[in-house]
């Protein structure tokens, strides 16, 4: 029989893994949305960049 302090362990440790595992996915996606914001940028200041004259 599972007495009520194991449940209460079992609970608490798939909680705080899920928990855990939320805080790393959640770190994922920032870390992805600021890398395409900072490759966003990068572009668009190289497409805004004075480049060499047109020859004629």
């Known amino acids: 029989m599972v007495s ?3 449940l209460a362990d079992v609970g ?3 909680f705080s893994g899920s ?3 939320l805080t790393l996915y ?3 996606l920032c870390g992805v949305r600021a890398y395409g914001l900072l490759r966003q940028r990068r ?3 190289a497409s805004a960049a ?3 004259a047109p020859a004629e």
């Open 50 to 52: 004075p480049g060499p």
């Open 12 to 14: 608490y440790k798939a």
């Open 4 to 6: 009520a302090k194991q």
């Open 43 to 45: 572009a668009r200041r």
């Open 19 to 21: 928990m855990m595992l």
């Open 26 to 28: 959640g770190g994922y």
